[in-house]
């Protein structure tokens, strides 16, 4: 009885909010086949505040339903074939880098006569990556570059300004290969950044057809090609630095200087990716001139080099 009674005086729950309202107590009238009565509000809940009937049912809705599915489609397909152009595995491998790589790979770049390996090491057929190999072509350097050299070109610009004008390659006649003397503004630094990135496109562009026509079966990828083009930043950087220290004299001992070595590091590393698949592809029709023609398109990428780096360098500096 003393239980009963402490029961019956305990004070009443606290008015939490409910997770599920209990309409139990009033549940309409149904009829003899199941179906609720006619009038009954099936989107709002008896005794409870009304809500919005189109809220409440947007996921039940079919076309809805039909709606997402075909959304989420549509971002699987986007996803793989972003996946299937852009691999970020693959990606991720050439910025594998670290301090002393990229102290090791400048070195490379400006001093590559001493240099006695140039085979890319591998792991399971897997190449390593650039930290653990100096050999190995990178992402890293050519956009570290590649931002560098903008912003060297942006300082050149500046200091010309006050000569009157500075040159720059026109993007948009570069069939006429043409050069203007305009106004400095940042219009002509994005000029020059698209000039120089366009540039590299297409040297990558010609590099892939040349491989595709002669039927050359090698390793290399869009991303090596990029990177092995994009490594000619460096003697720009380079190139620039010396001529807006030391005049026109110090602009071209350093184009020469850096032309040279960036050409027979292009030859050398090249050489280990083209010219090493002739074993597999010796036999057949015209096999003889194979080795040539590789050792011309080797020659000629290379030769490029010192061209472009004098296009885009020698406007800035005078």
């Not at 880098?97 to 490379?108: A, I, N, Q």
């Not at 050069?179 to 400095?184: A, R």
């Not at 200087?257 to 015209?286: E, P």
Request: proline share 7%; glycine share 6%.
């Amino acid at each position: 009885m003393g239980i009963d009674q402490t029961r019956a005086r305990a004070p009443p729950p606290s008015a939490d909010p409910l997770l599920f309202e209990d309409t139990s107590s009033s549940q309409p009238a149904m009829n003899s086949q199941g179906y609720y009565t006619p009038g009954y509000n099936m989107a709002a809940p008896v005794g409870g505040p009304q809500t919005d009937p189109a809220g409440n049912n947007l996921f039940a809705d079919p076309m809805a339903n039909a709606a997402m599915m075909y959304g989420s489609s549509l971002a699987n397909q986007g996803k793989d074939m972003i996946s299937r152009f852009m691999p970020m595995n693959k990606l991720k491998y050439f910025f594998a880098v670290d301090t002393r790589y990229v102290v090791k790979k400048l070195m490379l770049l400006m001093f590559p006569y001493t240099h006695q390996d140039w085979e890319v090491r591998y792991h399971r057929d897997t190449p390593l990556t650039p930290r653990h190999d100096v050999n190995a072509p990178d992402l890293y350097i050519p956009t570290m570059a590649f931002i560098t050299y903008i912003l060297l070109a942006g300082m050149a610009l500046g200091i010309q300004q006050r000569m009157g004008g500075v040159q720059c390659p026109n993007i948009s006649k570069a069939v006429h290969m043409e050069k203007l003397f305009v106004p400095f503004s940042p219009e002509v630094l994005g000029l020059c950044a698209s000039t120089a990135l366009v540039w590299v496109i297409i040297e990558v562009l010609v590099m892939l057809l040349s491989l595709y026509l002669l039927t050359v079966h090698t390793d290399l990828s869009t991303f090596d090609l990029l990177a092995y083009s994009g490594y000619k930043y460096v003697a720009m950087i380079l190139t620039v630095l010396s001529g807006l220290l030391f005049g026109s004299d110090g602009y071209f001992v350093a184009l020469a200087w850096s032309s040279c070595a960036l050409m027979f590091f292009i030859v050398r590393s090249l050489k280990m990716k083209i010219l090493s698949s002739l074993s597999s592809d010796s036999m057949g029709a015209g096999a003889s001139a194979k080795p040539r023609l590789r050792l011309y398109i080797t020659v000629a990428t290379a030769a490029f080099q010192p061209i472009i780096i004098y296009w885009l360098t020698s406007h800035l500096v005078r």
